[in-house]
């Protein structure tokens, strides 16, 4: 027997296999969309630096992925509030990252090094080179 179900769709059964089906295709590309997403997110993350440490701090990692989208589309960290470390006879470049953490790239090539929090980035400053 064919019944009319509540979505409209004609057909036989106790659910509606038209909605059934177009659900699952639905779920099948947004599980396929959801994993292209990671996938991509974490190339970008192999590609730069480990951004884990701030996991949990939602801004500063959105803040420190801003940044490193700049300046590998060509913007200098000097540019970003950037400054020379002089403990590293200039050789690195500390960009701040909010309040409490630092970028640091690699000045003659511009590759982003690590993310430092403030305390393991004074660390580093204040060591005499
Ligand atoms: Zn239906």
């Known amino acids: 027997m064919k ?35 990671e996938k991509k997110q974490r190339a970008v993350e192999d590609d730069h630096v480990d951004l884990s440490m701030v996991t949990h701090l939602r801004a500063v990692q959105q803040q420190a992925r801003e940044i490193l989208r700049k300046v590998s589309a060509g913007e200098h960290p000097l540019a970003l509030n ?18 409490s953490y630092r970028l640091l790239f690699d000045a003659p090539t511009l590759r982003p090094l690590q993310l430092l929090s403030h305390e393991a980035y004074n660390h580093i400053a204040d060591r005499r080179a």
Do not use: N
């Not at 950037?82 to 309040?99: F, M």
């Open 3 to 37: 019944r009319t179900f509540s979505c409209g769709h004609i057909g036989k059964g106790q659910y509606c296999h038209a909605c059934t089906a177009a659900e699952k295709s639905r779920q099948t590309e947004k599980l396929a969309r959801e994993k292209a997403r």
């Open 82 to 99: 950037g400054k020379p470390l002089r403990s590293c006879a200039g050789q690195v470049i500390s960009v701040p990252v909010g309040r």
